[in-house]
T-cell receptor
Framework: KAGVTQTPRYLIKTRGQQVTLSCSPI?????VSWYQQTPGQGLQFLFE???????NKGNFPGRFSGRQFSNSRSEMNVSTLELGDSALYLC???????????????FGAGTRLSVL | AQTVTQSQPEMSVQEAETVTLSCTYD???????LFWYKQPPSRQMILVIR??????QNATENRFSVNFQKAAKSFSLKISDSQLGDAAMYFC???????????FGQGTELSVKP
């Protein structure tokens, strides 16, 4: 079974641009969660999608948005990039049904975003 | 707000010896899961072990085991017979609010000396 796939692996953008990151979950998984990892703030939850609906959201500005498609693939978009958005963005997928073992999250390799 | 705290930024262990990484959490939930994830230099986050809060028995996965103290809200990871490949950043995490949201600790960087 293929794991969680994130594309691209690396991105370089300049301030003010926007960027879209993609995440393909493990086959059969309906929940996709996104995290931002930086040296200063650590791992922070961005949002979670389940069956095309945003179910949970972290404390990030509206410049950060996402969506999920009917095949459970998810995209994350960041508009008007700032230097502080430079980070490793991790995507995780799970079956997504309540607090059970089915909610174990499996992670992709991440997308490294550099904002210049 | 839920918080997860790892008080050891760095730890070191000799190959073949045992090391324990500490984690405390602060939750108001009655039903939750706790995890240890490993992140090697490749940055791929790998699940090491999980513990269901309603289970009193400590979880074990080969050389990895946890000491889950629910009343003290403590969840430590013990690595036995440490191997060079165990060198990585280790994160403690709690699964929160109906799933989908992991709250991570700050991480403990483990080095293994040959």
């Amino acid at each position: 079974k293929a794991g969680v796939t994130q594309t691209p692996r690396y991105l370089i953008k300049t301030r003010g641009q926007q960027v879209t990151l993609s995440c393909s979950p493990i086959s059969g998984h309906r929940s996709v969660s996104w995290y931002q990892q930086t040296p200063g703030q650590g791992l922070q939850f961005l949002f979670e999608y389940f069956s095309e609906t945003q179910r949970n959201k972290g404390n990030f500005p509206g410049r950060f948005s996402g969506r999920q498609f009917s095949n459970s693939r998810s995209e994350m978009n960041v508009s008007t990039l700032e230097l502080g958005d430079s980070a490793l963005y991790l995507c995780a997928s799970s079956l997504g049904q309540g607090i059970t073992a089915k909610n174990i999250q499996y992670f992709g390799a991440g997308t490294r975003l550099s904002v210049l | 707000a839920q918080t997860v705290t790892q008080s050891q930024p760095e730890m070191s262990v000799q190959e073949a010896e045992t090391v324990t990484l500490s984690c405390t959490y602060d939750t108001s939930e009655s039903d939750y899961y706790l995890f240890w994830y490993k992140q090697p230099p490749s940055r791929q986050m790998i699940l090491v072990i999980r513990q269901e809060a309603y289970k009193q028995q400590n979880a074990t996965e080969n050389r990895f085991s946890v000491n889950f103290q629910k009343a003290a809200k403590s969840f430590s990871l013990k690595i036995s017979d440490s191997q060079l490949g165990d060198a990585a950043m280790y994160f403690c995490a709690e699964l929160y609010n109906q799933g989908g949201k992991l709250i991570f600790g700050q991480g403990t960087e483990l080095s293994v000396k040959p």
